[in-house]
């Protein structure tokens, strides 16, 4: 009888230590199993963020190019009505450039 319960003992205790390594060797695939799932959210998180970053600088240019055509047509506004009152007051100015300029010829003559 003894000899039976040293063999059941025995028996339990290898079955226990294969449950044991069982349970080991599947805690090792579900821990790979979840580094492998967290690399690849980590590869795709820096993918987006790639990506998102790419498209705020394809923005940020986008409205960097617009503030410049705006400024660009501001100021060509600005030297076209320049030049309308420049060419207003030609006229007058020319007039009165010639009569300085009799007025001293005559002072010298």
């Known amino acids: 009888m003894k000899v039976e319960v040293l063999r059941s003992i025995k028996k339990t205790e290898e079955e ?4 044991i390594s ?3 060797a599947e ?4 821990l790979s199993g979840a580094r492998l799932e967290a690399d690849n959210m980590a590869i795709r998180a820096n ?5 998102y ?3 705020r600088l394809a923005d940020a240019r986008n409205e960097a190019a617009k503030k410049r055509a705006a400024i660009l047509k ?3 506004e600005r030297a076209a009505a320049m030049r309308a ?10 007039a009165l450039l010639i ?9 010298t003559a």
């Not at 226990?16 to 449950?19: E, P, V």
């Not at 993918?47 to 990506?51: H, T």
């Not at 009569?99 to 002072?107: D, Y």
């Open 16 to 19: 226990y230590q294969t449950m």
């Open 22 to 24: 069982e349970a080991l």
């Open 27 to 30: 805690r090792e695939r579900l």
């Open 47 to 51: 993918a987006d963020a790639e990506e």
């Open 53 to 55: 970053r790419k498209k």
């Open 74 to 76: 501001q100021g060509e």
């Open 85 to 94: 009152r420049g060419k207003k007051n030609l006229d007058r100015a020319v």
């Open 99 to 107: 009569t300085r300029f009799k007025e001293q010829l005559h002072v």
